[in-house]
């Protein structure tokens, strides 16, 4: 499909010739299986020539492999954007590379991949779509520390996804509900600039043990982290009584933990006045 015809720009579409994920979820949808992607390796070319013109591949349309049978995608170095719903219910795909120049990835994008298990996400990504890896077998999430997201979505690897490592990037800002739930990491480090943790952000992630909070201000909301007996949660010289006054943060009082940094010189100096500490 042509996206820009002065650019010469093109997308990748499914098919199907149209939009199909409302009649799948309403169950009105036949499937037509000599329409599907199922060759086992798809390679989605650079460029396309159409009526003697040649037009780059930008973008992996919404629904572009819906539903397909293959197991691996290899996506060239022009595409900047993967659209909603892109490879929802491919079941069998293990194997996506995302290339340096995607800016944006959209809902549901990888949903239902339960083959899925690792994936590296570019640089340049600067926003992901909610749902992104429901219900997938994602356990590691490649390089997300590196990226611009400023966002992790609502249910971004929420329900049924067990992640087991989470990296968030410095320019994060809001953890929406349930982008976390259910996962298996054993700690995390919020960076300074995220203000807000929304409800079950990690919600029912009972590996979780161990928080650092490298903004001395509470964010609002705690993200529903579970309260567990071995909980601890590192916050920055002098936070401590911040945190424990803050709403929900309070609930946590007793598990905070001040966290000293030393230099590469080994040896560190602090003027101490009234405090209780312990080495």
């Known amino acids: 499909n042509i996206t820009d015809a002065s650019q010469h720009t093109v997308e990748v579409t499914n098919a199907y010739g149209r939009s199909i994920s409302s009649e799948l979820w309403g169950g009105t949808m036949h499937w037509d299986h000599s329409k599907r992607y199922t060759a086992p390796i798809i390679r ?57 120049g995607i800016i944006s990835i959209g809902k549901s994008a990888f949903e239902g991949l339960r083959s899925l298990h690792t994936i ?19 356990k590691y999430i490649h390089n997300l520390e590196n990226t611009q997201l400023t966002e992790l979505p609502w249910q971004f690897a929420g329900m049924n996804a067990r992640i087991k490592e ?79 006054t803050a709403a929900k943060w309070s609930d946590y009082k007793g598990k905070y933990y001040e966290k000293v940094s030393f230099g590469t010189t080994g040896y560190i100096s602090y003027y101490l006045e009234n405090e209780n500490f312990k080495v």
């Not at 590296?120 to 077998?137: A, H, I, N, Y």
């Not at 919020?190 to 919600?203: D, N, Q, R, S, W």
């Open 44 to 100: 989605v070319p650079e460029t396309v020539t159409y009526a003697g013109n040649t037009y780059t591949v930008t973008k992996c349309g919404d629904e572009a492999f819906i539903d397909g049978g293959m197991t691996q995608i290899v996506l060239p170095n022009t595409v900047k954007e993967v659209g909603k719903y892109c490879f929802y219910g491919c079941g069998h795909l293990s194997n996506i590379n995302l290339p340096e």
């Open 120 to 138: 590296t996400f570019p640089s340049t990504l600067k926003t992901v779509g909610e749902w992104l890896f429901r219900d997938t077998g994602i």
């Open 166 to 244: 989470v990296k968030l990037p410095a320019t994060m800002k809001i953890l929406r509900g349930q982008c976390l739930m259910q996962s298996d990491f054993p700690e995390i480090t919020i960076p300074e600039g995220v203000t807000e943790i929304e409800g079950y952000a990690f919600g029912q992630v009972y590996t979780l043990k161990k928080v650092t909070m490298k903004s001395a201000t509470p964010p609002i909301g705690t993200g529903t982290i579970n309260n567990s007996s071995d909980l601890k949660i590192y916050v920055p010289t002098d936070a401590t009584q911040p945190y424990e």
